[in-house]
Nanobody, 121 residues
């Protein structure tokens, strides 16, 4: 099977920075798009940023200019550099990846277990 494991969450003061990592492992032929979502208490899960296998990126308006998504295809890892953090960025952050397990199979979306990011004012 395929597992995605996030790391790098924690508690930070407003204006600070954090870097999240998400490593995919298991039976992987290739990974198409990878992304980060977040879910705050009482709110729906929302897209934060996404990146294609070729490096094309997409960001939520609320994080443009502050967050940067990147990936290392050789390591099957996606990163989220978060700068100028605000209290409203507090949420559980989830990564996902559209994984082809073999050359013949269609991509399937896998999710990580989530990592908590808390920004204090």
């Amino acid at each position: 099977q395929v597992q995605l494991v996030e790391s790098g969450g924690g508690l930070v003061q407003a204006g600070g920075s954090l870097r999240l990592s998400c490593a995919a492992s298991g039976r992987i032929f290739s990974i198409n798009a990878m992304g980060w979502y977040r879910q705050a208490p009482g709110k729906q899960r929302e897209l934060v940023a996404a990146i294609s296998s070729g490096g094309t990126t997409n960001y939520a308006d609320s994080v443009k200019g502050r967050f940067t998504i990147s990936r290392d295809n050789a390591k099957n890892t996606v990163y989220l550099q978060m700068n100028s953090l605000k209290p409203e960025d507090t949420a559980v952050y989830y990564c996902n990846g559209d994984v082809k397990r073999t050359v013949l199979l269609s991509p399937e979306r896998y999710w990580g277990q989530g990592t908590q990011v808390t920004v204090s004012s």
